[in-house]
């Protein structure tokens, strides 16, 4: 995945002072790392959001100061927002450096089909939505993809231990903790599935063959 670009500027507005900034479409950042002094930043709120649209929490950002000449590596660590109004509140970026690795959470994503779910009686739990994982910098995946084919029936499901990754990249999680499985749909949710289709047959116009008229 190609480098994000961000520019950010010092930040001399702290403490609850900061919600002057948002309301000039400024959002607070805040910059620390390993072995790094702390910086308090702030960014242009457009491009920020711009910015976590695209990089998420797994790809390497460019982000540029306007005091240093030479930019700086960073991840997304967390963010907070104001969810009634969607306004962003603040960024947490995290320095990485490209020889010493880092652990953090990547996305799981479910891909291919899974034959168990054929039969209406049956059901897929996502149980995990991330995996924790530690690696260099360059090595990081935008998303972890795990194929669900191999559930053919109920009761089975596709554990930590069974993801395979670049051996580069060490898994944190506990082995046995499941990702996804396949269970019963309850007795009840499955009657009403099938009444609902029964209607649906039932309540569908009949076509009348070309050449042919129902009589009156």
């Known amino acids: 995945m190609d480098r994000v670009e961000l520019t950010a500027t010092s930040r001399e507005i702290l403490g609850k002072r900061v919600k002057h900034l948002r309301r000039q479409g400024i959002t607070p950042v805040h910059l620390f790392g390993h072995s ?25 950002i460019t982000l540029k100061l306007d005091n240093e000449k ?30 010493e690795k880092i652990k953090l959470e990547v996305p799981i994503v479910l891909v291919g089909e899974a034959p168990a779910l054929k039969s209406k009686a049956h059901m897929l739990a996502h149980e995990l939505e991330t995996l924790t994982v530690e690696c260099f910098p360059g090595k990081i995946p935008a998303g972890i993809e795990v194929d669900i084919g191999s559930l053919v029936g109920p009761d089975q499901a596709i554990r930590v231990k069974d993801v395979v990754l670049d051996k580069d990249i060490a898994v944190l999680n506990e082995p046995e903790l499941v990702i996804a499985k396949i269970s019963w749909r309850p007795a009840e949710k499955v009657a009403e599935e099938v009444t609902e289709a029964a209607e649906e047959a039932i309540e569908a116009p009949t076509e009348v063959a070309p050449g042919k008229e129902q009589s009156e």
Not at 36 to 60: F, M, P, W, Y
Not at 71 to 88: A, I, K, N, Q
Request: charged residues 30%.
């Open 36 to 60: 790094i002094k702390s910086l308090a930043l702030q960014c242009d709120n457009r491009e920020l959001e711009g910015v976590l649209g695209q990089a998420g929490h797994t790809a390497l």
């Open 70 to 99: 030479k930019p700086r590596t960073v991840v997304v660590r967390d963010f907070d927002r104001d969810w009634r109004r969607g306004e962003l509140l603040h960024v947490d970026f995290y320095q990485v450096r490209m020889t």
